[in-house]
């Protein structure tokens, strides 16, 4: 299992940016990593995807303003946020998939967009 730790939300206007960073205590069997979100009143939704090759898939929603990407090294995961919007408010949830299809979430970070 792995331990995962979201940092990075806040309240922001709409227009500007945040960055999360979600820190993993190993990434030895990870074979692909993500960002969920959770909006007041709707179920859990991909963000955002990128496997061990480096593809990445988004939300059509998210597409073109917020980018994943991650550090081997650091052991950590992080998504750019741009030109939030009022509906990108949501707990914002990691996620670690391992190569034996077990997926590891952390506790979530809460992320508010305000007009």
């Known amino acids: 299992q792995v331990q995962l730790v979201e940092s990075g939300g806040g309240f922001v206007q709409a227009g500007e940016s945040l960055t999360l960073t979600c820190s993993a205590s190993?990434?030895?069997?990870?074979?692909?990593m993500g960002w969920y979100r959770r909006p007041p009143g709707k179920q859990r939704e991909l963000v955002a995807r990128?496997?061990?090759?480096?593809?990445?898939n988004y939300a059509d929603s998210v597409k073109g303003r917020f980018t994943i990407s991650v550090n081997n090294h650091a052991s950590a995961l992080y998504l750019q946020m741009n030109n939030l919007i009022s509906e990108d408010t949501a707990t914002y949830y990691c996620?670690?998939?391992?190569?034996?299809?077990?997926?590891?979430w952390g506790q979530g970070s809460q992320v508010t967009v305000s007009s």
């Open positions: 190993s990434l030895y069997d990870t074979v692909a």
């Open positions: 996620m670690a998939e391992s190569d034996s299809g077990v997926r590891d």
């Open positions: 990128i496997n061990n090759n480096g593809d990445t």
